[in-house]
């Protein structure tokens, strides 16, 4: 069965960081782009990160650039999101999603473009 997972989140102080980790089962995570999304009370879901299959493209929203990064280990079928400086505004459900299938170098960051979705994870930023 095919399926994701989320799992790294938790409560931190502003200025702190999480490491959140998607990991992959009944497929091989190597050969999708991956997308991270987040969804806040009140607030539509949106993208945070992607990258291609390759790893070699990889966005961000304008929100998290400079703090946020993404990473893959296809040996590990799991794809990471590294949380730095984390803020108020930070705190959400992190999802990761697979993409359906797109070129080798491709990643988009629209969640109707992805068909598997993990349950989330919660991150909350508070002091």
């Known amino acids: 069965q095919l399926q994701v997972v989320e799992s790294g989140g938790g409560l931190v102080q502003p200025g702190g960081s999480l490491r959140l980790s998607c990991a992959a089962s009944?497929?091989?995570?190597?050969?999708?782009?991956i997308g991270w999304f987040r969804q806040a009370p009140g607030k539509e879901r949106e993208g945070v990160s992607c990258?291609?299959?390759?790893?070699?493209?990889?966005t961000y929203a304008d929100s998290v650039k400079g703090r946020f990064t993404i990473s893959r280990d296809n040996a590990k079928n799991t794809v990471y999101l590294q949380m730095n400086s984390l803020k108020l505004e930070d705190t959400a459900v992190y999802y990761c999603?697979?993409?359906?299938?797109?070129?080798?170098?491709?990643?988009?960051?629209?969640?109707?473009?992805?068909?598997?979705w993990g349950q989330g994870t919660q991150v909350t930023v508070s002091s």
């Open positions: 009944g497929f091989a995570l190597a050969h999708y782009a």
């Open positions: 999603a697979v993409a359906r299938p797109l070129g080798w170098h491709m990643c988009v960051m629209k969640a109707p473009l992805h068909d598997y």
């Open positions: 990258i291609s299959s390759s790893g070699g493209t990889i």
